[in-house]
């Protein structure tokens, strides 16, 4: 019989964590280095900036 898949790990997000989002967004930092310095997928940050109204990956 086949394994059943692990669902997704899912962190919750902190205050601290969305406050640094947001600084980031407000500096215009690339998506990539966000990524790795908060140790958060490029979609998981895109889905997360949505939903908070704000913009993320600024290269235009």
Do not use: F, N
């Not at 997704?8 to 989002?21: C, I, N, Q």
């Amino acid at each position: 019989m086949a394994k059943k898949p692990k669902p997704p790990a899912r962190r919750p997000w902190s205050k601290d964590e969305v406050r640094d989002l947001k600084k980031h967004s407000k500096a215009r930092t690339p998506v990539e280095a966000i990524s790795k310095a908060m140790k958060r997928t490029v979609g998981g940050l895109r889905q997360k900036a949505l939903a908070l109204g704000i913009g993320l990956g600024h290269r235009r």
